[in-house]
């Protein structure tokens, strides 16, 4: 299986970056540059040694809250709308997967007993009513 990008146009909504390439070893970013939240995962063998480091403060202008989700135990349908809140795509979303939610809306629905998804969402949060609008 490989990464699957949904698009509206040239936008892309989501991107499903299954178990075997998420992990798949070393340092892999899933991301573009322009996007708002950035996504990579790493992976090294004992001994490998990461140098230290700290962030610079940068201003950054961040227009729309963008989620990932990383599947912890069980398995998840992920509801992808695009920018006229339209259901474009259904993306089942399995232990080990990440799935990246960057432009349109999204809706899940829990498939397994015992799901444990990790969110993660760029901030600062300003609250339910402000940051969000259910379809």
């Known amino acids: 299986m490989s990464i699957k990008e949904i698009?509206?146009?040239?936008?892309?909504?989501?991107?499903?970056?299954?178990?075997?390439?998420?992990?798949?070893g070393n340092l892999n970013f899933f991301s573009e540059d322009e996007e708002y939240i950035q996504v990579g995962t790493w992976g090294y063998d004992?001994?490998?040694?990461?140098?230290?480091?700290?962030?610079?403060?940068?201003?950054?202008e961040v227009l729309w809250t963008q989620e990932?989700?990383?599947?912890?135990?069980?398995k998840i349908l992920a509801h992808v709308y695009n920018?006229?809140?339209e259901k474009v795509a259904e993306l089942e979303v399995s232990e080990g997967d990440v799935i990246i939610l960057l432009m349109g809306g999204h809706g899940?629905?829990?498939?397994e007993d015992g799901t444990q998804v990790l969110e993660v969402?760029?901030?600062p949060y300003v609250g339910a009513d402000a940051d969000r609008r259910r379809l």
């Open 7 to 24: 698009k509206e146009n040239d936008l892309v909504l989501a991107r499903h970056i299954p178990e075997e390439q998420a992990w798949a």
């Open 121 to 123: 969402k760029n901030g």
């Open 83 to 85: 920018t006229k809140e």
């Open 46 to 60: 004992n001994g490998k040694k990461l140098l230290a480091h700290t962030h610079n403060e940068v201003k950054r």
């Open 108 to 111: 899940y629905d829990i498939l």
């Open 68 to 74: 990932v989700l990383y599947v912890r135990k069980g």
